[in-house]
């Protein structure tokens, strides 16, 4: 009987133990999971999918996370609610509210894992399935405690949303796609915010075998699984979902086929790619219908075109500066064409597309008036000796006709006023970050002898369409503007935008082309007070094509895109700013008149601009010899009070080789003017040189002391102008030649030399 009763005894102690044990150990494993701190490296280290949209969040590219599955991060905010309700009813109904372990779904795992002698249900909640997708472990009993304690943890360290976010960003859905966003676009080509109830219950589905349930390769047994979804959904009542529309969802037939990922805008969403952290969704400027014209537009201009295989445009708002369309090539997928070069960002010769920026600087320096005359004649270097399109010339021409001309001789001209480097600084300060100093360039730079890129261009113009406000290009819809930067005043923009302006419809296009040297790039750039779109056709290699012309090649594209743009808006233009000013200009030279000015005409003036004529001049002449007189040598003179145009040696030439009559020379008796015209020492008179290959002949003149500059023209073409010092460099042509000098005071001599065969 003792011995019986001790072992009574025994047996409650030890179901006593068993009982503490039992209570306790839970205890202490539930303890131990809310002091010890979740390993946040786990979250941290999720490799994710990079995704570019468009403003509308309409997908552009998906690129792939670093260990190339598709992976994008959801807020179930965002998913459907089909989907978020149907996730949770198939695979966690009790996600709400438990701890991070279902003791529930335990026991009944228990129960019929028991009875049926194998495993039959696992009993993972969907925290602990995100624990084991942030950290795969085999399928043990072991594995399932670290799951629960890690799950309780991660209870503890994110809320509910948090931890569904986790799954449907983590959880597989067959191959590559991981979470729902890769899944929804994949299968059904959309977004997983518009998944029907249908689509939902399909997907939510498939994590728990993706190999075996994948509806674009066994939609037999994904039908299977989906009626078990809608079951749990109708058993559950969770979502709140109609019974009929379970019923109707249940009935859809599975047509599903594994679609390609959008592929739009692909260099824009690369360059954006580069720009953000790894992972990020951004919703980008590019607005989608804009986008589909541009390239239509593109791929329209390009069809006719021949020996041109690149091609790249961009489409600005200037209000925002957001760039609303963007295409980097023509085809990204041909070898041929090196379509993964991305054209709008590469440096490029910009041709005469420079020309604006360079006139809107001499306006807002007020080097140039808006009625001016430039002189289009022939220019001399040294070695530099710039010729027009056409090569032609036409003599004085008002700054805006030349500047719609694209003359280069007047463009070269206002560079030197302005100075190189200046320009060059200019153009830095408008976007153009790949120009230099401006000293490696010279004046070329008007002429494009510099490189610059296609978006930077377009930004510069926008800036002129912002009427002298400058914000660099912007890429993302949800990131305010860049820093607003007053460059030019409105008055010379306004010149501008007057000046280029084409067409007369509601809202007209302010148009400028631009052709490199050799043919090897095209460009156009236009703009509207709304919108600016910059257009560049050529060849990866610069290989040339006599269709890379940009008026023939780039400005119907550019044209095409402003006005799809504009479609539907009413009408727009740019107002006449109060700095520019109706007034009365002398009619020779578009500048305020002197008194000395024979003719005067109406004509356009901007305020802060203190010149006036300097050409027109009222002179003294000596009635008997026609020579001009100055107060040190008119004494005992008959004279006479004679209106002259006055202009540069080298204009003066041009203009008397088309009849304007010959400036009278100073008295040769005047005291104070140094005697002697320049003596013409190389080439030598009556001379004859020989005609070879690789040789020159060099000038050389001895100038009246007080001389700054000497002018040499060949035949009565300017060739070179410098101080007296300079040996400018002639190449001998076959033929007899009249060489002459002229001073800075229109003295001249001459000297005539044959070229023959050596």
């Given at each position: 009987?003792?011995?019986?009763r001790r072992l ?20 202490a494993?539930?303890?131990a999971?809310?002091?010890?701190p979740f390993?946040?490296?786990?979250l941290?280290?999720?490799?994710l999918?990079?995704?570019v949209?468009?403003?509308a ?6 690129f792939?996370a670093a260990d ?42 228990a ?10 249900s ?9 624990v084991r997708?942030l950290?795969p ?11 629960a304690f890690?799950?309780?943890q991660?209870?503890r ?6 931890i ?12 590559d796609l991981?979470?729902v ?8 080509g ?5 998944l ?7 997907l939510?589905g498939?994590p728990?075998?993706?190999a ?9 047994r994904?039908?299977v699984?989906?009626a ?11 979502g ?8 109707e969802?249940?009935?859809?037939p599975i047509?599903?086929?594994?679609r ?7 260099h ?22 804009f986008?589909?014209a541009?390239?239509?537009e ?9 020996g041109?295989?690149?091609a ?9 500066c ?5 295409a ?7 070898a ?15 041709g ?10 001499a306006y ?5 008036a808006?009625?001016?005359?430039l ?9 530099y000796?710039?010729v027009n399109f056409?090569?032609?010339?036409r ?9 719609v ?10 560079i030197?006023?302005?100075g190189a ?8 300060d ?7 100093s401006?000293e ?10 510099c490189?610059v890129?296609?978006?930077?261009l377009?930004?510069a ?10 914000v660099?290009?912007?890429w ?8 607003a ?17 084409e067409?007369h ?5 302010a148009?400028?082309?631009g ?6 790039d095209a ?10 779109a ?10 040339p ?12 594209v ?9 479609r539907?808006?009413?009408?727009a233009?740019f107002?006449?700013?109060p700095?520019?000013?109706?007034a009365?200009?002398?009619?020779e030279?578009?500048l305020?008149p002197?008194?000395a000015?024979?003719?005067i ?7 802060g601009?203190?010149?006036t004529?300097a050409?027109?001049r009222?002179?003294?002449?000596d ?9 040190h ?7 006479a009070r004679l ?6 040696a080298e204009?003066e030439?041009?203009?008397?080789r088309h ?8 008295s040769?008796?005047?005291p104070?003017?140094p005697?002697?015209?320049p ?19 060099t000038f050389?003149?001895?100038?009246a002391?007080?001389?700054?500059c000497l ?7 300017f ?6 010092g300079?040996r400018?460099?002639w190449?001998?042509r076959?033929?007899a ?22």
């Amino acid at each position: 009987m003792r011995r019986h009763r001790r072992l009574i005894r025994i047996g409650i102690r030890v179901a006593l133990a068993a009982i503490a044990l039992a209570i306790a150990a839970p205890l202490a494993f539930w303890c131990a999971a809310q002091i010890i701190p979740f390993p946040e490296e786990e979250l941290c280290a999720i490799p994710l999918s990079t995704v570019v949209c468009d403003r509308a969040g309409r997908v552009l590219r998906i690129f792939r996370a670093a260990d190339d599955a598709v992976r994008i991060r959801v807020d179930p905010a965002e998913v459907s609610p089909h989907l978020v309700a149907a996730t949770i009813a198939i695979e966690d109904r009790r996600f709400r509210s438990h701890g991070g372990i279902d003791v529930l779904a335990i026991a009944r795992a228990a129960v019929q894992n028991a009875r049926g002698g194998r495993i039959i249900s696992g009993a993972s909640t969907i925290p602990m399935q995100v624990v084991r997708l942030l950290h795969p472990r085999p399928r043990t009993f072991a594995s399932k405690i670290i799951e629960a304690f890690r799950a309780i943890q991660l209870e503890r360290r994110l809320s509910k949303d948090e931890i569904l976010a986790l799954y449907l960003t983590l959880a597989p859905y067959g191959g590559d796609l991981h979470g729902v966003e890769a899944a929804s676009l994949a299968y059904f080509g959309k977004r997983a915010g518009d998944l029907s109830l249908s689509e939902a219950s399909l997907l939510a589905g498939i994590p728990q075998n993706p190999a075996r349930l994948r509806p674009d390769r066994f939609p037999e047994r994904a039908a299977v699984r989906r009626a078990r979804v809608l079951d749990a959904l109708r058993e559950t009542g969770y979502g709140g979902v109609d019974p009929s529309a379970i019923d109707e969802a249940g009935a859809r037939p599975i047509h599903v086929v594994r679609r390609p990922f959008p592929f739009l805008a692909p260099h824009f969403a690369q360059w954006i790619a580069r720009e953000v952290p790894r992972g990020r969704i951004v919703r980008s400027t590019i607005d989608g219908e804009f986008q589909a014209a541009l390239d239509r537009e593109l791929e329209r201009g390009a069809r006719d075109l021949h020996g041109v295989r690149n091609a790249a445009a961009i489409l600005i708002e200037n209000e925002t500066c957001a760039i609303r369309a963007y295409a980097g090539a023509l085809d990204y997928f041909s070898a041929g064409r090196r379509g993964q070069v991305d054209c709008a960002r590469a440096v490029r010769s910009p041709g005469s597309a420079l020309k604006p920026l360079v006139y809107a600087l001499a306006y807002e320096r007020r080097l140039l008036a808006p009625e001016e005359r430039l002189a289009d004649v022939p220019i001399a270097r040294g070695s530099y000796s710039p010729v027009n399109f056409d090569e032609s010339f036409r003599g004085l021409v008002p700054a805006p006709e030349a500047l719609v001309a694209s003359l280069n001789l007047p463009a070269v001209r206002l560079i030197e006023r302005i100075g190189a480097p200046a320009t060059a600084s200019f153009l830095r300060d408008a976007g153009l970050s790949t120009i230099g100093s401006g000293e490696e360039h010279g004046a070329a730079l008007a002429l494009g002898g510099c490189g610059v890129r296609l978006v930077d261009l377009a930004g510069a113009y926008a800036t002129i369409a912002r009427l002298g406000i400058r914000v660099a290009p912007r890429w993302d819809e949800d990131a305010p503007g860049g820093e607003a930067t007053r460059i030019l005043s409105p008055g010379p923009c306004w010149l501008i935008a007057n000046a280029l302006r084409e067409g007369h419809g509601a809202t007209p296009v302010a148009i400028k082309t631009g052709t490199s040297w050799g043919r090897r790039d095209a460009w156009a750039m236009g703009f509207t007070p709304r919108f600016t779109a910059g257009v560049w056709f050529g060849n990866h290699d610069s290989r040339p094509a006599a269709d890379l012309i940009g008026a023939r090649a780039a400005s119907p594209v550019a044209e095409a895109t402003l006005a799809h743009a504009e479609r539907g808006l009413p009408p727009a233009s740019f107002a006449r700013p109060p700095a520019i000013r109706e007034a009365l200009v002398c009619a020779e030279t578009g500048l305020p008149p002197s008194p000395a000015c024979p003719q005067i005409a109406p004509g356009l003036t901007l305020d802060g601009d203190a010149r006036t004529c300097a050409v027109h001049r009222i002179v003294p002449v000596d009635r008997a010899t026609g020579e001009i007189v100055c107060g040190h040598c008119a004494a005992g003179r008959d004279l006479a009070r004679l209106a002259l145009a006055i202009w540069p040696a080298e204009v003066e030439a041009f203009l008397a080789r088309h009849g304007k009559p010959p400036i009278p020379p100073h008295s040769s008796d005047c005291p104070r003017v140094p005697s002697g015209r320049p003596r013409i020492e190389s080439p030598a008179a009556n001379a004859t040189y020989a005609e070879s290959p690789g040789s020159s002949l060099t000038f050389h003149a001895v100038a009246a002391p007080g001389t700054q500059c000497l002018f040499w023209f060949v035949d009565g073409v300017f060739f070179a102008s410098g101080p007296p010092g300079d040996r400018p460099a002639w190449t001998p042509r076959r033929g007899a030649h009249t060489i002459t000098c002229r001073d800075d005071r229109g003295r001249e001599a001459t000297v005539a030399i044959a070229c023959r065969e050596p």
